[in-house]
């Protein structure tokens, strides 16, 4: 059972704007913990989508971002794009745990 | 850019040893405030991570592993390595190595290796 929680799916249309969400406790998003995001596609290596909240690395999309408020956050995805159907974790650090935490992953599907 | 590539053997005998090594290319394992990261991922689940290494030789593990880890780094030869001992088949998954360049609390996953399935099984 993950630390943090995600819904297990997501879909949107072409073009729309879905959002994940990340909901984890006091102990980690809710102690002021950064939260990461990962993309993972089928049977490859996940990738770094966003860090530390809301910063994107070199070379992600502006249509991926990240947010944070009290014990969870949220990554949103507008223009959803078939390219994008894969799934995606978020991450923090657990400092009860001293551990850092995975989300159960969300799949997003592109109907 | 970074490049990790795990390898090691891709069955391991319950009660025996896992020992993967991740090579790093593309920079110097030595170079920078990285930490080097071990992940796990079962069948058909999500992701775990197991432990951490800096260049000075101090590792982080995660704690309900840490009586069965170890981690080294290997500067001459760009490396670091993972031993798990007493494996059972709840250590089957593939293992992902990964680097950190924010440290402590701030550490997320920049780059991945390809990962390697490692199977637990007699």
């Known amino acids: 059972q993950s630390v943090l929680t995600q819904p297990p799916s997501v879909s949107g249309a072409p073009g729309q704007r879905v959002t994940l969400s990340c909901t984890g406790n006091s102990s980690n998003i809710g102690a002021d913990y950064d939260v990461h995001w990962y993309l993972q596609l089928p049977r490859t290596a996940p990738k770094l989508l966003i860090y530390g909240d809301t910063n994107r690395p070199s070379g992600v999309p502006a249509r991926f971002s990240g947010s944070k408020s009290g014990s969870s956050a949220s990554l949103a995805i507008t223009g959803l794009q078939a390219e994008d159907e894969a799934d995606y974790y978020c991450q923090s650090y657990d400092g009860s745990l001293n551990d850092y935490v995975f989300g159960s992953g969300t799949r997003v599907t592109v109907l | 850019q970074v490049q990790l590539q795990e390898s090691g053997p891709g069955l391991v005998r319950p009660s025996q040893t896992l020992s993967l090594t991740c090579t790093v290319s593309?920079?110097?394992?030595?170079?920078?405030?990285?930490?080097w990261n071990w992940v796990r991922q079962p069948a058909g689940k999500g992701l775990e991570w197991i432990g951490q290494?800096?260049?000075?030789?101090?590792?982080n593990y995660k704690p309900s592993l840490e009586s069965r880890l170890s981690m080294s780094v290997d500067p001459s030869k760009n490396q670091f390595s993972l031993r798990l001992t007493s494996v059972t088949a709840a250590d089957t998954a593939v293992y992902y190595c990964?680097?950190?360049?924010?440290?402590?609390?701030?550490?997320?996953?920049?780059?991945w290796g390809q990962g390697t399935l490692v199977s637990v099984s007699s």
């Open positions: 990964a680097s950190s360049l924010a440290i402590g609390s701030l550490a997320y996953f920049d780059y």
């Open positions: 593309g920079g110097s394992i030595s170079g920078g405030s990285y930490s």
């Open positions: 290494i800096y260049i000075t030789g101090r590792p």
